[in-house]
């Protein structure tokens, strides 16, 4: 079984910093990718920022710029450094791994940026 632990949400200000970490645990072998998607009310889930397991990124372009994306094969960790921060980015924030073919999600993390 593997179990995706995210920590890190919160609420902040237009403008600040957070930043979110992702540890995956348990049966997970050969990991692919690992990445950040988000859902705000009443919109899709999308896509924020992957990484693969050679160091490639990929942004979505609402977060070029503003939001890295950082891994630590070793450890099965990735994080996601959130700066300039806008109301537009509350949402629910999903971690996401392809390992072994399979892809597993996390429980979700709460960002919510205030105006």
């Known amino acids: 079984q593997v179990q995706l632990v995210e920590s890190g949400g919160g609420l902040v200000q237009a403008g600040g910093s957070l930043r979110l970490s992702c540890v995956a645990s348990g049966s997970i072998f050969n990991i692919l990718v690992m990445g950040w998607y988000r859902q705000a009310p009443g919109k899709q889930r999308e896509l924020v920022a992957i990484?693969?397991?050679?160091?490639?990124?990929n942004y979505a372009d609402s977060v070029k710029g503003r939001f890295t994306i950082s891994g630590v094969n070793s450890k099965n960790t990735v994080y996601l450094q959130m700066n300039g921060l806008k109301p537009e980015d509350t949402a629910v924030y999903y971690c996401?791994?392809?390992?072994?073919?399979?892809?597993?999600w996390g429980q979700g993390t709460q960002v919510t940026v205030s105006s």
């Open positions: 996401h791994v392809i390992a072994g073919l399979r892809g597993h």
């Open positions: 990484i693969t397991s050679g160091g490639t990124t």
